[in-house]
């Protein structure tokens, strides 16, 4: 192998020997704190952030990988926000007695997999970090065993997860007995059926649908996020969804630009019902972490907003909806965790009555999030919905962005109940615990991410330099 090959596929190998160094040293004969196990995998990801923003080289890796913009930016954003995940999984009080090296090097796993993803340039490889980012999430949903709906959302999202591989693979096999190849930079070019391949990256596209909770493949969603422990919600509604967008840009926008354009009716379509029934379902939850499921629904159907207009500025839109809504997510749920009680989360809105009140701080960022989630200035949120619609209303698809803007003012009734129950007068009477210094840092660090992005938006698209 070539030594730039090898140089380029260092962070991977990084993330990979991390995961299998923290299962060792879980083993040792002599007994690892968690603590140390904590510092050993953050060490980890932070040599693997190095690697992969002082020596990666663009290029490809045989056929299997490239080393881009793309892949670099999200391989960054992944291995952060996995740093996250474990700060705010050490500050999650019903779970910081129970991690153990499995936890964290599942987290590892997860993170190598969305990497693998966001660089694949083939169909198989996509598969592999795919399954790599899947599977540690069923055993992490499950975590605790003894949660009230633990063992049913991780078998529920495996079960469900399969059925995404099946239409996945089928696709993938569709695929090459259309063109003989799996290699996404040759697919399009050497298809000896034309009418096959199209029904091939339309089963992918459902497989992915599944795998990021779009309608009609959305109904597992608010039970796994209501049956995790509130860090792994984090993680699988921010960056492992952020992951699995990305490639789906990168295949039709990038690879695949003329199945892109054949398949805009269909995007066209998701998006409209995504927006819809995700908004309205969430108008009557009561559930903290299932108003927010239904929410993310909503927002990636925002998200084929910007797909759905097939040019250059709705791919950049979608690319920015998708860093800003994994932020504002992972920001939400770490004021979640910050507000946990001592054994378990608060489950309903009435569980967080007057907490705005009690911890001011913590009541301003939760206001910076669901504002931001709404779409109001000047946050990044509301960016990135102007991008989104702006490229709808650019190439004539009006009629969706109207009903886009009219979903937005719809949800900000539901993010200001939430915003209503935290100020309320009436204050809960149920225990919380201080949050520690890593809940904090993650907060303050995603606000000014949120607002930042939000007033310089370049910071992020200037940074992609496609074509």
């Known amino acids: 192998m070539p030594s730039a090959d090898l140089i380029n596929l260092i962070p991977y190998l990084l993330l990979t020997t991390g995961g299998l160094a923290i299962l060792t040293l879980g083993i040792w004969p002599k007994r690892v704190s968690i603590r140390l196990l904590s510092t050993a995998t953050l060490a980890f990801l932070l040599l693997g952030a190095a690697a992969t923003s002082l020596w ?70 996509a598969f592999v970090g795919l399954e790599i980012l899947a599977v540690p999430l069923y055993a992490l949903i499950a975590w605790q065993p003894t949660r009230y709906g633990a063992i049913e959302g991780g078998i529920k999202y495996a079960v469900l997860a399969g059925f995404a591989t099946a239409f996945f693979l089928y696709g993938v096999a569709l695929a090459y007995a259309s063109s003989g190849t799996l290699d996404l930079t040759e697919l ?58 990305v490639f789906l840009i990168r295949l039709l926008c990038l690879q695949l630009p003329s199945l892109w354009e054949m398949l805009l009716p269909l995007l066209w379509g998701l998006a409209l019902i995504s927006m819809v029934v995700g908004n309205l379902l969430a108008l009557n939850q009561q559930n903290l972490k299932r108003l927010l499921a239904y929410s993310s629904v909503a927002h990636l159907g925002y998200i084929l907003v910007a797909l759905s207009a097939g040019t250059a500025q709705g791919r950049d839109a979608a690319i920015y909806y998708a860093v800003t809504l994994a932020i504002m997510n992972v920001g939400a749920f770490a004021v979640i965790v910050a507000l946990t009680r001592r054994d378990q989360d608060r489950e309903n809105l009435i569980d967080y009555r007057g907490l ?112």
């Open 356 to 467: 705005g009140r009690r911890y001011p701080m913590l009541g301003l960022a939760m206001g910076i999030y669901l504002l931001a989630l709404a779409g109001l200035p000047p946050t990044a949120g509301f960016m990135a919905k102007l991008l989104a619609f702006g490229a709808a209303i650019e190439v004539g698809n009006v009629m969706l962005a109207i009903v886009a803007v009219i979903n937005t003012a719809l949800s900000f009734f539901y993010y200001l109940r939430v915003m209503m129950v935290f100020y309320s007068e009436q204050e809960t009477t149920l225990d919380t615990i201080p949050p520690t210094q890593g809940t904090l840092i993650v907060i303050i660090i995603t606000i000014l991410l949120i607002i930042g992005l939000g007033i310089f938006p370049e910071w992020l698209l200037g940074s992609l330099k496609l074509p």
């Open 56 to 125: 990666q080289i663009p290029g490809a890796v045989g056929s299997m990988l490239v080393i881009d913009d793309i892949s670099r930016l999200f391989t960054l954003f992944f291995i952060f926000g996995a740093a996250a995940i474990v700060m705010l999984s050490f500050g999650h009080a019903p779970i910081r007695n129970e991690l153990q090296e499995e936890y964290l090097s599942l987290i590892l796993f997860a993170t190598l997999g969305m990497a693998l993803l966001v660089s694949s340039n083939n169909l198989i490889s």
């Open 188 to 245: 399009n070019t050497v298809a000896s059926d034309e009418s096959l391949l199209p029904v091939a990256i339309t089963l992918i596209l459902v497989g992915i649908g599944f795998k990021v909770a779009l309608v009609p493949f959305h109904m597992w969603a608010p039970d796994i996020y209501q049956a995790a422990p509130s860090p792994i919600t984090a993680l699988f509604a921010s960056f492992s969804k952020a992951a699995t967008m």
